[in-house]
């Protein structure tokens, strides 16, 4: 359990942020939490597009105006949240609203509503900043349609054939869950913000991973997010009698997966680095049946990596290889590459804000890289972008488990709100 020191205002700096009130906090957490929340998996499930998703924008968006905020969606989902004028550029600190299907309270939801936190204490404290203070809630930042649409509607890197052409692994079409969402697809090219008119961009999220929780460290400053390829495959051989098939007869689609799960540490000790991940996490066998062999092995496989060129290497062997047992096995490999999303490095300018301030609060901390990818990649290409890890208990994540401590989430969010304050107090 990392050890964090009491919160007061740090002596003598002018600058520092009036304190944050961690209680609204954690039952605003507690409030987001309730949209998609399922009882059956103790979990939330808030696809991205989805009724859960949506009406949680709605309920910010109504937190956000009852509390005197300008809020409104733009054309890709994303919600914003604003504290002063909209004629100068932002301070924008966000984070993502959807989830993955059976997600943890934390993963995205506590930097957005840790971003909601530091608006309203500014608000508290009648601050008027230089620079307008923002809230960016995104969408679709889990990928379940491949990108990250709506931090890469801000960045303008969503195209109308990905809005047009992207689909889930089962096939569901982006274009029709943003329809019934409400929302134009074509509408989230209008999303682009220009670089001027965002200062920075920084995010609040839970580490994800056991680093900080392991050495004890209660913040972690991110210096580099790593970057993800997504692909769906289909190995297609023969769909037979489970009986009479002779097992040297078959084209057994199933065999064929299993040779690739076992292929996989070869490939990343011959083409990866420590930083390398290949997972296959969702698989279909049809047509599924117990006494027929598996015709069709559908499956997603996800590579990460911190460098592009690791990435494509690592690209490249998994095609190698899944050709060489599709031939082996008789199948035919087919993939698709949903989504490529280059890594990142945080902006020096940030990352040092952030341990200039994290030292003047006397936190533990740690610099580290990130293993997951989040939002704040995109914003690097339009701003100076950074952000901030708390822990997670265990190094858990992605699972309904997911935990991270109300202390550290205290700390946590008064150094985003130092840093907003820091920023958006800066000269012209
Ligand atoms: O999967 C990720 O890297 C992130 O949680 N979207
Ligand atoms: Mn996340
Ligand atoms: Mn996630």
Known sequence: MSATKPIEPAAGDAGQAPKINIERLKQSVLALA???????????????????????????????????????????????????????????????????????????????????????????????????????????????????????????????????GAHDADGNRLADAMTAAGLEPLGALEARRSSGSMRAFIELHIEQGPVLDTIGKTIGVVESISGVWKWIIHLRGKADHAGTAPMNM???????????????????????????????????????????????????LVGRDSSSEVMKALEDACHRSLSAIARRHGLRFEYEQVSWLDPSDCSPKITDLFEKLVRERGYSYQRMPSGAGHDTQFMTRITDAGMIFVPSVGGVSHAPDELTHWEDIEAGAQLLADAAWALSHEPE
């Open 34 to 164: 309730k949209f998609g929340y399922d009882d059956s998996i103790n979990g939330v499930n808030r696809l991205g597009f989805g009724e859960a998703d949506m009406a949680a924008r709605r309920w910010l968006m109504d937190t956000l105006t009852e509390e005197g905020f300008d809020s409104h969606m733009d054309g890709a989902g994303n919600v914003y949240g604003r504290l002063g004028p909209a004629d100068k550029p932002s301070i924008t600190m966000g984070s993502h609203i959807d989830s993955v299907p059976a997600s943890g309270i934390f993963d995205g939801a506590l930097g957005v509503m840790t971003a909601l936190e530091v608006l309203r204490t500014f608000k508290d404290a009648g601050a008027e900043p230089r620079w307008p203070l923002e809230l960016l809630g995104t969408s679709e930042e889990e990928g379940r349609f491949g990108g990250m649409l709506g931090a890469q509607a801000v960045s303008g890197d969503v195209t109308p054939e990905f809005l047009m």
């Open 250 to 300: 078959r084209s057994d689609a199933f065999m064929g997966l299993a040779d690739f799960a076992h292929a996989i540490p070869r490939i990343i000790d011959e083409h990866g680095t420590d930083k390398s991940r290949l997972t296959v996490g969702k698989v279909e066998l049809k047509p599924g049946s117990p006494h027929t062999i598996p015709g069709e092995a559908i499956f997603t």
